[in-house]
């Protein structure tokens, strides 16, 4: 179980550098693919700024996975990424419930089932 919870863990951070990629460089282009059904064509250029803080904090919660890796003690390594993991699940959720209902399965579906893997390893 603990290798299925790394890779599990791993899936997360990459979806999320994914989404920095896409909310800070690539807003007004595949931002626009991924979004439309959440915002109109005409609100990705004013949005380009609001777009990249929010991947600036997908980048983070990124970090903070990889960073889960890293660490040598067993139980700061799962505190660790357990509280990575629930930013993303509650992100993923609050994006669905504001967004589009889409959000929930690509973003907490997820870390939901990243932390249950980091819960029984």
């Known amino acids: 179980m603990e290798l299925v919870a790394k890779i599990l863990i791993a899936v997360v951070a990459i979806e999320h550098l994914y989404i920095l ?3 800070m460089f690539a807003w007004e282009t595949k931002g626009k693919e991924v979004f439309k059904a959440a915002l109109p064509a005409e609100m990705f250029k ?3 700024g609001l777009a990249a803080n929010q991947g600036l904090y997908n980048g983070f919660l990124a ?3 990889i960073w889960s890796f890293l660490i ?3 139980q700061w390594q799962t505190n660790v990424a357990l509280f990575f993991l629930g930013c993303v699940a509650v992100a993923g959720i609050y994006g669905a419930i504001s967004a589009t209902k889409k959000i929930f399965f690509v973003q907490a579906l997820p ?6 893997a980091v819960l029984l390893k």
């Open 72 to 74: 040598k003690d067993p």
């Open 111 to 116: 870390a939901i089932l990243a932390i249950i």
């Open 21 to 23: 990629w896409m909310e």
């Open 46 to 48: 004013p949005t380009k």
């Open 63 to 65: 970090a903070g996975l």
